[in-house]
């Protein structure tokens, strides 16, 4: 059982926007940044998010991230095939003095 | 340009060790954690611990304490982690990845920005 809570599953059609949820606690997401994690079948994860909403160079802008409390959540606009992957989301845990992970989402593109 | 190349796949018995390879390039090895994440097939990412390469400072998950240590050679800008006692349920691929750490607008020090990680191995466990 993860320490960050995610769906499962998530799915839209091409051009839609989703967002997936990520909920923590105060010695996670409320008092560390969050990142996100895009992993494409057969690969390794790779960075989508961090700092809570700042996307690294060579990630669309159609991604973005927001946080709020012990919560956060992934946007995704303008869905595209290429976005069907599992999403995970991340934060610092300052009780385990180490990083804790959501149980990721398979995001479907119909 | 960041790059974390890991050793090859294994396949081990049950009670055996395995020792995987992380060799980093294109940045200053010694004053960035190496942490290790493992995924068990078709599950989420977990988290093994950390180390950091300048000072050999680790730090284990306590489900893993006793079980796994992390070490580094920074002639060769390489980390290491190695799995005692090897299980079933250990079968999964092993990842290393980065931390690039920061200070923010109010001075604090951030931790958790994983940035680059490995291609991951995989280690099967099986008689």
């Known amino acids: 059982q993860s320490v960050l809570t995610q769906p499962p599953s998530a799915s839209g059609t091409p051009g839609q926007r989703v967002t997936i949820s990520c909920s923590g606690s105060?010695?996670?997401?409320?008092?560390?940044?969050v990142n996100w994690y895009q992993q494409l079948p057969g690969t390794a994860p790779k960075l989508l998010i961090h700092s809570n909403n700042h996307r690294p160079s060579g990630v669309p802008d159609r991604f973005s991230g927001s946080k709020s409390g012990t919560s956060a959540s992934l946007a995704i606009s303008g869905l595209q095939s290429e976005d069907e992957a599992d999403y995970y989301c991340?934060?610092?845990?300052?009780?385990?003095?180490?990083?804790?992970f959501g149980g990721g989402t398979k995001l479907t593109v119909l | 340009q960041v790059q974390l190349v890991q050793s090859g796949a294994a396949v081990k018995e049950p009670g055996a060790s395995v020792k995987v390879s992380c060799r980093a390039s294109g940045y200053t090895f010694s004053i960035y954690y190496i942490h290790w994440v493992r995924q068990a097939p078709g599950q989420g990412l977990e988290w093994m611990g950390v180390i950091l390469p300048g000072g050999a400072t680790t730090n284990y998950a306590q489900k893993f304490q006793g079980r796994v240590t992390m070490t580094r050679d920074t002639s060769t800008s390489t980390a290491y982690m190695e799995v005692s006692s090897l299980r079933s349920d250990d079968t999964a691929v092993y990842y290393c990845?980065?931390?690039?750490?920061?200070?923010?607008?109010?001075?604090?020090?951030?931790?958790?920005?994983?940035?680059?990680w490995g291609q991951g191995i995989l280690v099967t466990v099986s008689s």
């Open positions: 990845a980065r931390e690039e750490n920061y200070y923010d607008t109010s001075g604090r020090y951030v931790r958790g920005k994983i940035d680059y």
């Open positions: 105060s010695s996670n997401i409320g008092s560390n940044i």
């Open positions: 991340a934060a610092w845990d300052d009780s385990l003095n180490g990083p804790v």
